[in-house]
């Protein structure tokens, strides 16, 4: 069972010369590149904004921040990283909580000022893999105890299915 | 809408920043918004931030830099006063592309008879080249109208007179800058001095400096609550006057305040505030050299 679909990054460098653009995402592309670079990523978004939008039914939540240039004495990226949920079983208000307070954890570990294209799949891969399975994310030294989260928000991910109907009537 | 709300209401000016990545328009806007340096991420399109002053509301529209948004700022032009046409002059490699744009929007400018302003941005740094430079590269003396200042949204150098000139294009009216400090010395967070700027044709260095170290260093270990930045106090010389002291993490500035000027104590300390703020921000942990430079840069504002 996976609660989200899709972790993306966009960007808009610092350096000279830059434009908007879709860095990568995991697992696989989703195809809406351009409109979610719109999305995320709208005209005047400062760092450390968060937003909810929708593409084609999915909704997708996601987190504006800042990253260090790769070259040295470059002004710093503007970047989003945005996840994408289309199960409709998923309670969206629940998982941008969850979403909010993994980003919180990251943004305050500095981890997402350092991001490097050789690290940033494995960010999103873990990322991915911890919200869906609801476990323990390890970025180098940092922790983000997505199951204490979940406990100390009372969140519930998962809409509870009704029970069937039995018996007559 | 009642009656009186139409007396009330404020006038309305639009100014349009426009220029390459990275020129600094964000960093101009921000400075001329809260007085200190602030390190920007570039603009995702454009971002709109306005300001009071003497009753007329400054829309100022922060234009995107990046090729993909400059279409952007021919739309904006359209309902604006006046055009901010911002320039790197340390970037040297970039003049060619830099004059192309203003080609190209040199004809919108004319066409709704717009104010125009040139901020030659990035002074402070070793490879700026000099204003005359500039006027030539861009062939703004076959313009009929133009204003250049130099500038450094970094260390703070003509920024006063860049609104002073800003404002009065944008309104036509004029807005004074008013040299309110005496003299403005930082020191460490330890009170140890770094500079003293000063006022020389009413002060001697050695008479300002004398007695009152005891007063900085006897402040500098003085313990603030944790959630205190920057706390005040003030410091009457017999010989001078008020001094009027700050401090903020990683300095201890003092600023001697002329009150028959206008300004009032409390608009001093927020000028304290202010450039205690910006070192913060542009050169804490740098070298006596680096902050020296800021500060002189900075006070260029004020005295």
């Known amino acids: 069972m996976a609660f989200i679909d899709n972790i ?20 696989g592309i989703i195809g809406q590149e351009d409109e979610l670079i719109d999305k995320s990523m ?21 987190y504006t921040f800042k990253i260090k240039n790769e070259n040295e004495g470059v002004r710093d990226d503007l970047a989003s990283i945005s996840v994408i949920v289309s199960d409709k079983k998923v309670n969206v208000d629940q998982m941008e909580i969850l979403f909010k307070e993994i980003m919180k954890v990251l943004e305050a570990s500095g981890q997402l000022h350092v991001l490097r294209s050789s690290t ?14 609801s476990e323990k994310i390890k970025i180098d030294t940092l922790t983000v105890d997505v199951p204490q989260i979940i406990k100390k928000q009372k969140l519930i991910i998962m809409k509870k299915e009704l029970a069937e109907f039995q018996g007559a009537f | 809408m009642s009656l009186f709300n139409i007396f009330k209401r404020k006038t309305n000016a639009k100014a349009v920043f426009i220029g390459l990545d990275g020129a600094g328009k964000s960093t101009i806007i921000d400075f001329l918004r809260e007085g200190r340096f602030v390190n920007h991420t570039p603009t995702m399109g454009k971002r709109t931030l306005e300001i009071d002053v003497e009753g007329t ?13 400059r279409d952007l700022w021919f739309g904006e032009m359209k309902t604006a006063k006046c055009v901010v046409f911002v320039v790197d002059k340390s970037a040297t490699h970039r003049f060619d592309e830099a004059k192309a744009e203003f080609d190209k929007v040199l004809p919108q400018i004319k066409k709704f008879n717009l104010k125009l302003l040139i901020l030659a941005n990035k002074h402070d740094l070793p490879n700026a080249v000099t204003m005359a430079k500039i006027i030539e590269i861009f062939g703004l003396l076959d313009l009929e109208n133009f204003e250049i200042l130099d500038i450094s949204a970094k260390t703070g150098y003509g920024m006063a007179n860049a609104f002073s000139k800003f404002y009065s294009l944008l309104t036509g009216k004029q807005i004074q800058k008013v040299n309110f400090a005496g003299a403005v010395s930082v020191y460490t967070s ?3 001095p770094i500079i003293t700027e000063m006022d020389q044709t009413r002060f001697e260095r050695v008479a300002l400096e004398g007695g009152f170290l005891a007063a900085i260093s006897t402040f500098s270990q003085m313990k603030l609550p944790d959630e205190v930045d920057t706390n005040f106090i003030l410091f009457e010389s017999k010989d001078h006057g008020t001094f009027i002291v700050a401090r903020s993490h990683d300095f201890i500035g003092s600023l001697l305040w002329y009150k028959d000027l206008g300004v009032t104590v409390d608009q001093s300390k927020v000028a304290l505030g202010d450039l205690l703020d910006h070192l913060e921000n542009s050169c804490a942990g740098s070298d006596q050299d680096t902050i020296s430079f800021h500060v002189e840069h900075y006070v260029s504002n004020i005295m």
């Open chain 1, 8 to 27: 993306s990054i966009c960007k808009l460098g610092g350096h000279e010369g830059s434009h908007p653009e879709f860095v990568g995402s995991f697992p």
């Open chain 1, 42 to 62: 709208p005209f005047g978004t400062l760092p450390g904004t968060f937003r909810s939008n929708k593409i084609e039914g999915m909704n997708i939540f996601s």
């Open chain 1, 120 to 133: 940033l799949i494995q960010m999103m891969e873990r990322i991915y893999n911890g919200v869906n399975k």
């Open chain 2, 57 to 69: 509301r400054i829309s100022m529209f922060d234009m995107g830099g990046q090729e993909s948004f």
């Open chain 2, 190 to 192: 330890g009170g140890v």
